[in-house]
């Protein structure tokens, strides 16, 4: 999309707070610890680590939340200038993509829905 000159937007960028919850959660919790950062903090420079350069809608609904969140950007200029994190935050990524047919299939079973 970006490539044809279209705008990159990430709606759910911590997956409605499943990603401080699922699967993901201990893989997440231990490389924030690593890097010292909020996992939020960490799944959202993520995002922003893309080459497709995402803007990302994070659900942040408190102060704290906005604050802990926005340390993202902070993080990803610290993660692009070492290579050792980068390499780090990619296994990362390895290790707990989800296809979109799971990523649906769950977000679908929400009682929101």
Known sequence: ARESGLQVIVK???ANGRL?????SQPL????????CSPDALALAC???QPFQPLVL???A??????SNFEAVKLCASIQS???????VES???????SPEEYWSERSQMSWN
């Open 29 to 36: 919790r231990k490389l924030a610890d690593q890097l010292a």
């Open 82 to 88: 070492d290579p050792s994190k980068m390499s780090l």
């Open 20 to 24: 401080l919850k699922g699967k993901a």
């Open 47 to 49: 995002i922003l680590l």
């Open 58 to 60: 994070s659900g942040a």
């Open 92 to 98: 990362l990524m390895k290790e707990v993509r989800m």
């Open 12 to 14: 759910e960028g911590m």
């Open 62 to 67: 408190t102060p704290e939340q906005i604050k």
